[in-house]
């Protein structure tokens, strides 16, 4: 009875498609946002910022330019957040992903400045901070999903070595092309994550841009068709961001000057 008034509750959850479940770094479990959380009373905090995501869906092209593109449908930050050092390696949990859904995996970084729960999604500037795509082959070939899947349907990332401590989100997302040969058919599924790094030093972010301005409809790694014998995948956003160690900044500067 219990479980029929749940599935009752959640009639659009699909079972099909993911979400991240939780986060690891430095070998500590942090509780991911879950969309049947909505129906807690109250809704526990959770490390991912919650969103309007009942059906663990995805925000298409035509919504590219919105700013449900950053963060996902109607996102907020959820009260808390992952301690890290620079260097940590932070792992994204997937409770599930389907093979199917092939593309690329990318991560962002944004600062939150004073507290990521206050941060406006649109407001936040975002540098890519790592990404993966096509491996090998065409018609699918060999995608980072699939390793992704095959890897405990997880992702690891690496907080640079040099950023300055402070309240960073960075914004995980797998863009599914199984669809993208025809316009608006991409799928992009973004999850924020708050993140404190601790330390001293280091260096502050700069030249993001807002994660409405990070793709186009007609971009060349958005509108793909998979199932033909393509050479080559263009992974669509801005280029990485170059997280130059200090030491090398300050050598670099010493020998410009
Ligand atoms: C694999 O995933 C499960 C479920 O998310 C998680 O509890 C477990 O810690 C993961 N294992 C590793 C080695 O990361
Ligand atoms: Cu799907």
């Not at 969309?35 to 969103?51: C, D, H, L, M, R």
């Not at 993140?195 to 260096?203: A, D, H, N, R, Y």
């Not at 301005?213 to 393509?230: E, H, V």
Request: proline fraction near 6%; hydrophobic fraction near 40%.
């Amino acid at each position: 009875m219990k479980a029929y008034i749940l599935a009752g509750a959640l009639p659009a959850l699909t079972a099909a498609h993911g979400h991240v479940q939780g986060v690891i770094a430095d070998g500590k479990w942090y509780q991911g946002w879950n969309a049947a959380f909505k129906y807690n009373s109250p809704i526990p905090t959770t490390v991912g910022w919650q969103a309007d995501n009942l059906d663990n869906g995805f925000v298409s092209p035509d919504a590219f330019g919105k700013v449900d593109i950053v963060c996902h449908k109607s996102a907020k930050s959820n009260g808390a957040y992952v301690s890290v050092k620079p260097g940590s390696k932070v792992t994204f949990l997937w409770d599930t992903w389907p093979v199917s859904h092939k593309g690329p995996v990318i991560d962002y970084i944004a600062s939150c400045g004073a507290s990521c729960d206050t941060a406006s999604p649109a407001s936040l500037l975002f540098t890519k901070l790592d990404q993966g795509a096509w491996i090998s082959g065409n018609d699918p070939g060999a995608w980072v999903t699939d390793d992704l899947v095959k890897n405990n349907v997880s992702w690891t990332t690496t907080i640079p070595s040099n950023l300055a401590p402070g309240n960073y989100v960075i914004r995980h997302e797998i863009i599914a092309l199984h669809a993208a040969g025809q316009t608006n058919g991409a799928q992009a599924y973004p999850q924020c994550v708050n993140f404190k790094v601790e330390g001293s030093g280091g260096v502050a972010l700069s030249g993001g841009v807002p994660a409405t301005s990070f793709y186009k409809a007609s971009d060349p790694g958005i509108l793909f068709n998979l199932y033909t014998k393509f050479t080559g995948y263009t992974i669509p956003g801005p280029a990485l961001g170059k997280f130059v160690k200090r030491e090398e900044r300050e050598h670099m500067r010493d020998f410009m000057q």
